[in-house]
């Protein structure tokens, strides 16, 4: 059956099936394909790969993503601040993209009073720095090896702070993205991993519907105990991709469901509801003491919507806790846009406010006469710069 | 580095690895940013000078 | 939301036996779960209404 082969004849050596290019030997029946054992593999590999390209899956985005456009663009979560700020943002090159930013803030609890942050990215490296008054430095990297990989480093220092760093790498293949992250990895003393590891796979099952999980580990620098989790996650975007629909079932009991619908070109909506379920303990009413535990279901439901137009964005939401929300952002002149937002709680009878301005500026002459709209000749320009 | 028996890494080792941990956490702390700014600097085509990079004016 | 009348309710009730069962349920985790789904297939319906096309602008 399996003829002996030479050595000297190196397109003779059998390779890998499926993985490396197959001698000629291979391809016309060599001693792995005829092998009953291994042609079985071989055979059912080819027909599962044949199969998968049958589906015409695509990519389902990255488990990070997975309710992107709804948490991140059409709610405004990500964008509320209080008080008042100023940022100042200089650019220097489209392309590569260079830029600094000053960003100058009062009466926030969150942002601090003034940080530069510097950004840097070409086609496969992204580099961005954040330095505050206090000097906590924040750092990011991320550099695509190819189309498909890529690795992602976090850092957070401050001063008389642990350090934090955050190690992420992204696969995305034809069908499936798998990312594996890890925060704060050490090894013990004993041998044993510290810190977090996250690994999650997001597979897509038909064209439209895509199902995940990710595992995630952890364990502290003390001699507490490890801790794991499974989370499940799930995606479903329509056949026109005008609606998305996402859930998660998190191992620390939250289930959030997620939906959001592009309703025009410039409008957006999206509903969230999260329910985290946990245990407290109840305690005798009279001596006090914990008789047992019982569960409780917290819930919160938020709608919203995002209106997108050339010169302005303007976003609102509603919640189940009695939030009203909303975010405006204007671009009054080329070089300078107005943020306002505020938010008002009904239940709690509390209110908070921001005001925002937003300068744009320019590192060369180039770039200033792009920002007012003309060419480097003083002429108008066609389109309207995105900058 | 604990882990590791004392004939691998003497103290005066885990000593020295221990201050190289924390020279690199300074440098990355305090050089993060300049490192950036060499970046784009180099990058970008007219060379601006330390003072255009930092300033939030425009400058032409 | 459910915390804040759940409380009230039982500040109302005092003794134990005179809850109703609605006011039992209206405790339990079950009406949150309810509650919030109810508010999220509410809201999809809302959003894949006419509706929702009737609030974006006409430009």
Redesign the interface.
């Given at each position: 059956m399996a003829t002996p082969v030479t050595l000297t004849d190196f397109s003779k050596i059998p390779s890998m099936p499926g993985v490396t290019p197959m001698t000629p030997d291979q391809s016309k029946g060599g001693f792995w394909s005829s092998n009953p054992l291994s042609s079985f593999f071989f055979e059912t590999y080819k027909t599962v790969a044949s199969h998968r390209q049958s589906l015409a899956l695509v990519n389902p985005g990255t488990v990070e993503n997975l309710n992107k456009e709804v948490s991140r663009d059409v709610f405004l979560s990500q964008y509320f601040f209080t008080g008042l700020r100023a940022d100042l943002n200089k650019a220097f090159s489209l392309n590569p993209a260079f830029q600094t930013s000053h960003t100058f803030s009062i009466g926030s609890n969150a942002l601090p009073n003034y940080a530069f942050s510097a950004l840097f990215a070409d086609d496969n490296l992204f580099v961005q720095g954040n330095l505050d008054n206090e000097f906590s430095l924040s750092g990011r990297v991320n550099y695509g090896w190819n189309k498909n990989n890529i690795s992602k480093v976090n850092l957070q220092l401050a001063k008389g702070q642990p350090a934090m760093c955050q190690l992420e790498q992204d696969y995305q293949g034809s069908d499936y993205s798998i990312n594996l992250k890890s925060l704060n990895p050490s090894v013990s003393p004993e041998g044993l991993f510290n810190g977090v590891a996250v690994g999650s796979l997001l597979q897509s099952i038909t064209p439209q519907l895509s199902l995940g999980l990710e595992v995630l580990y952890s364990r502290g620098q003390g001699s507490g105990a490890a801790d794991a989790g499974v989370s499940y996650l799930t995606r479903y975007v329509s056949k026109k991709q005008d609606w998305i629909f996402s859930g998660q079932m998190q191992a620390n009991g939250a289930l959030i469901a997620s939906f959001w619908r592009k309703v025009t070109p410039s409008v957006e909506a999206g509903i969230e509801t999260t329910l985290q379920a946990g245990m407290v303990p109840i305690t005798d009413p009279v001596v006090g003491t914990p008789i047992g535990i019982q569960p409780v279901v917290e819930g919160s439901t938020t709608i919203g919507a995002k209106y997108e137009y050339r010169q302005s964005v303007y976003r609102g939401s509603i919640d189940s806790t009695g939030k009203v929300a909303c975010f405006l952002e204007r671009k009054i002149l080329p070089t300078l846009s107005v943020l306002f937002c505020g938010e008002i709680d009904h239940f709690k009878q509390e209110s908070k406010l921001g005001c925002g301005l937003q300068f744009e500026t320019a590192g060369n002459e180039e770039l200033l006469m792009m920002q007012q709209g003309l060419d480097v000749n003083g002429n108008p320009l066609q389109l309207p710069p995105q900058v | 580095m604990a882990f590791l028996p004392s004939f691998i890494l003497s103290d005066e080792s885990k000593e020295r690895i221990t201050k190289l941990i924390n020279i690199t956490h300074t440098v990355a702390h305090y050089g993060w940013v300049p490192f950036i700014l060499y970046l784009g600097w180099a990058s970008s085509s007219n060379k601006p000078n330390v003072l255009n990079l930092l300033s939030p004016l425009p400058s032409i | 939301?459910?915390?804040?009348f759940g409380a009230s309710a039982a500040a109302a009730n005092e003794p134990e036996s005179s809850k109703s069962v609605f006011q039992k349920f209206k405790e339990s985790?079950l009406y949150?779960?309810t509650?919030?789904?109810a508010?999220?297939v509410a809201?999809?319906a809302?959003?894949?209404s006419p509706l929702?096309?009737m609030?974006?602008?006409q430009?």
């Amino acid at each position: 059956m399996a003829t002996p082969v030479t050595l000297t004849d190196f397109s003779k050596i059998p390779s890998m099936p499926g993985v490396t290019p197959m001698t000629p030997d291979q391809s016309k029946g060599g001693f792995w394909s005829s092998n009953p054992l291994s042609s079985f593999f071989f055979e059912t590999y080819k027909t599962v790969a044949s199969h998968r390209q049958s589906l015409a899956l695509v990519n389902p985005g990255t488990v990070e993503n997975l309710n992107k456009e709804v948490s991140r663009d059409v709610f405004l979560s990500q964008y509320f601040f209080t008080g008042l700020r100023a940022d100042l943002n200089k650019a220097f090159s489209l392309n590569p993209a260079f830029q600094t930013s000053h960003t100058f803030s009062i009466g926030s609890n969150a942002l601090p009073n003034y940080a530069f942050s510097a950004l840097f990215a070409d086609d496969n490296l992204f580099v961005q720095g954040n330095l505050d008054n206090e000097f906590s430095l924040s750092g990011r990297v991320n550099y695509g090896w190819n189309k498909n990989n890529i690795s992602k480093v976090n850092l957070q220092l401050a001063k008389g702070q642990p350090a934090m760093c955050q190690l992420e790498q992204d696969y995305q293949g034809s069908d499936y993205s798998i990312n594996l992250k890890s925060l704060n990895p050490s090894v013990s003393p004993e041998g044993l991993f510290n810190g977090v590891a996250v690994g999650s796979l997001l597979q897509s099952i038909t064209p439209q519907l895509s199902l995940g999980l990710e595992v995630l580990y952890s364990r502290g620098q003390g001699s507490g105990a490890a801790d794991a989790g499974v989370s499940y996650l799930t995606r479903y975007v329509s056949k026109k991709q005008d609606w998305i629909f996402s859930g998660q079932m998190q191992a620390n009991g939250a289930l959030i469901a997620s939906f959001w619908r592009k309703v025009t070109p410039s409008v957006e909506a999206g509903i969230e509801t999260t329910l985290q379920a946990g245990m407290v303990p109840i305690t005798d009413p009279v001596v006090g003491t914990p008789i047992g535990i019982q569960p409780v279901v917290e819930g919160s439901t938020t709608i919203g919507a995002k209106y997108e137009y050339r010169q302005s964005v303007y976003r609102g939401s509603i919640d189940s806790t009695g939030k009203v929300a909303c975010f405006l952002e204007r671009k009054i002149l080329p070089t300078l846009s107005v943020l306002f937002c505020g938010e008002i709680d009904h239940f709690k009878q509390e209110s908070k406010l921001g005001c925002g301005l937003q300068f744009e500026t320019a590192g060369n002459e180039e770039l200033l006469m792009m920002q007012q709209g003309l060419d480097v000749n003083g002429n108008p320009l066609q389109l309207p710069p995105q900058v | 580095m604990a882990f590791l028996p004392s004939f691998i890494l003497s103290d005066e080792s885990k000593e020295r690895i221990t201050k190289l941990i924390n020279i690199t956490h300074t440098v990355a702390h305090y050089g993060w940013v300049p490192f950036i700014l060499y970046l784009g600097w180099a990058s970008s085509s007219n060379k601006p000078n330390v003072l255009n990079l930092l300033s939030p004016l425009p400058s032409i | 939301m459910s915390g804040i009348f759940g409380a009230s309710a039982a500040a109302a009730n005092e003794p134990e036996s005179s809850k109703s069962v609605f006011q039992k349920f209206k405790e339990s985790p079950l009406y949150t779960i309810t509650l919030n789904g109810a508010f999220f297939v509410a809201g999809v319906a809302f959003i894949q209404s006419p509706l929702m096309e009737m609030m974006a602008p006409q430009l």
